[in-house]
């Protein structure tokens, strides 16, 4: 489920930058679904297998899509919306998964075999849902490298912007001073948990 959800978010950012007028990432493949083409081996693949495994907090990452924002009509301004199309991703398909949850019928309490196939499937569900909320909420961090620092970088004026890109080569050690205060959790949970009853989950 975090490989496939990682595709679609880096396949959006892909597909954002190619209708903005920027075609290197769809030149050079990763305007695609295929998760070959977005996996990182260390960060998509190793730390998360680590942090299950250990539950030592080890922050994962896919291949960032390039782009060159010379190809844009409004560099600034199409920057922050590539930036902000990967999160946007998340949402869609955890509103998706919520619709599909909502949509499937309940087993009548003495039917043991339906029982038996639709718990695991919301299982599935579920899981994938938070997973997507959870990636879009953290994605959305205003601190570079993270989309949030991308679209906070365009939003703001250029003064602004260029002392939170000053923040990106100490981006990681920001976000794990955030993760083991306890910041990052008190930050995220309240976001996530909204969006969660928003979408009328139990």
Do not use: C
């Amino acid at each position: 489920m975090l490989i496939a959800s990682l595709s679609v978010h880096e396949a959006a950012h892909a597909w954002a930058a190619d209708r903005l007028g920027d075609p290197t990432a769809r030149l050079l493949g990763r305007l695609s679904l295929n998760p070959v083409v977005h996996i990182d081996p260390i960060g998509t693949v190793l730390f998360p297998l680590i942090a299950m495994m250990t539950n030592v907090p080890l922050i994962g990452w896919a291949k960032p899509v390039p782009v060159d924002t010379r190809h844009l009509r409004h560099p600034k301004r199409d920057f922050a919306i590539i930036a902000a199309a990967g999160p946007i991703s998340n949402l869609t398909m955890a509103a998706i998964g919520a619709v599909i949850f909502a949509l499937l019928p309940d087993a009548a309490p003495g039917d043991i075999a339906a029982r038996a196939l639709t718990r695991p499937l919301d299982t599935l569900l579920l899981e994938f849902i938070q997973l997507n909320v959870l990636l879009a909420v953290f994605n959305m961090i205003p601190v570079p490298p993270l989309d949030g620092g991308n679209v906070l970088i365009g939003v703001l004026p250029h003064a602004g912007g260029r002392v939170v890109e000053q923040l990106r080569p100490y981006g990681f050690l920001v976000l794990y001073a955030l993760m083991l205060t306890g910041t990052l959790s008190r930050v995220m949970m309240p976001v996530a948990f909204a969006i969660w009853r928003f979408l009328r989950l139990p």
